[in-house]
């Protein structure tokens, strides 16, 4: 236990604050109870008028008032009239913190008990009858843990502004998904009340498609917000699954058309399905096994999805999804090659990398086999290990649709960039494709994908 507070005094955001925790520290460590809680009330209120100043420099109207009142205080130096205004700061900060969203009513309520114990801490004349104030270790402890959880530690970033930088990030028309970036401002720099209030506003939008002004509009956001909640659940798994169980009552409520955008954007997430209630998994059910499909018996080679189609089908590269939805995994294997193609390109699974050699196979004509290899194999080319780029290879150099289409020798150099990951190991497998081209066309062929061989001699 002793650890954790000593980590946390280290994580203190403002440095002029830090030494003064660990004063606070020492003091609890020393038995000294009283001045332990009456430092913790000291950092407290320096941090908050520091975090607050820092507002008021970026512009926060409502936080310049407090700042020229810290300002007029310091100016007057030791003085009476400098200690009787820095007693009024004192006095506000707490609910100016509340009123700047720095502070939730909860952490302000904890904060408050704070400040009524350190004036009986300093003041021990407030108790009657000659008592004098003794709190216990575990009293000292908990104020000072209470302040480093929920305010030392925190960064001063505004919970109603945190909520809008999200907002303004998603619907930014240059976004663009980068995980770390997301974990980085809107999880671990916010305080866990503002945290839970982001998570919940993302699962929202991602699983209800909630109504979003055009552009990008209501469809795009959820897509967007559908990224930020991955990158939570990569972070704090623990932290997610409340908010998706919220919106669980909504989720049954939509009709068809919804509730297919809602499996086709958020059908990944493995914690849905844990979560989803056995109705509502059975209303899923019965939509695919009513879905008229193109299938490879009996239909052409080339018929494609529609895009509910694609949603419906795309939990399949679900682990989750697959277990309490098994018609899933049939229904897919019975999909024209385009089809699959169409499922798999939705959303790169690993579950469904294993697809990818038949995709090649299936190749119906030129433009399908540069059009597949595009949307399925060179996305799905990072996820490949040595088995499966071998059985890859082998399909592309005995089906002639892709051997000899015009756009495959360059896609062929892109693959062999894009499996970097492999090398040296996969040098061989590349050596029998280009012989086995070579050795299935005629001599003076086109077709000879030199360019790979090229890319031999510069690697090896």
Partial sequence: MAVDIEQQINRVWTPDVRPTVAEAWRCYGAGAYRACIAL????????????????????????????TKVASAR????????????????????????????????TARELERLREDRHLCVHPSLRGFGETYAPTAEYARAHLAV?????????????????????????DPQFVSS?????????????????????????????????????PGGRVVAERMHEVVQAFLARDRDAVTPAISKVMDRLAALDSAGLTGAIGRVGDLDVLWELLPAPLVDRIADMLAAAQLPTHADSLAMEDLTP???????????????????????????????????????????????????????AYSFRAAEGLTQRVVLPYAPLLDLSLLEKALMAWAENSQCRTAMAMQEHA???????????????????????????????????????????????F
């Fill in 40 to 67: 913790t009330w000291a950092a407290v209120c320096a941090d908050l008028i520091d975090k607050i100043i820092r507002l008021a420099d970026e512009g926060e109207g409502d936080a310049a008032s407090f700042a």
């Fill in 75 to 106: 100016a007057a130096g030791i003085s009476v009239d400098g200690v009787r205004d820095m007693q009024e700061v004192e006095r506000i900060c707490l609910d100016t913190a509340v009123k700047l969203d720095v502070l939730d009513d909860v």
């Fill in 147 to 171: 302040a480093l959880d929920e305010l030392l530690t925190q960064p001063p970033v505004q919970g109603r502004k945190a909520v809008q930088q999200l907002v303004a990030y998603v619907m």
């Fill in 179 to 215: 995980p770390g970036h997301i974990t980085h401002v809107f999880h671990d720099r916010v305080r866990p009340n503002t945290r839970r209030q982001l998570i919940e506003l993302a699962v929202k939008h991602a699983v209800l498609e909630l109504p979003v002004e055009e552009p």
């Fill in 308 to 362: 509910e189609q694609v949603d419906l089908l795309s939990p399949v590269g679900s682990a989750a999804a697959r277990a309490r939805i098994p018609l899933l995994v049939t229904r897919f294997g019975e999909l024209t090659v385009e089809g699959r193609a169409s499922v798999m390109a939705r959303r790169v699974s690993r579950s469904l990398v294993m697809h990818v050699p038949e995709i090649l196979r299936d």
């Fill in 413 to 459: 150099a892109r693959l062999y960039e894009a499996t970097s990951h492999l090398r040296p190991a996969d040098r061989d497998l590349w050596k029998r494709f280009v012989e086995r081209v070579r050795e299935v066309g005629p001599g003076d062929s086109y077709y000879r994908y030199e360019n790979v061989e090229r890319l031999f001699a510069e690697k």
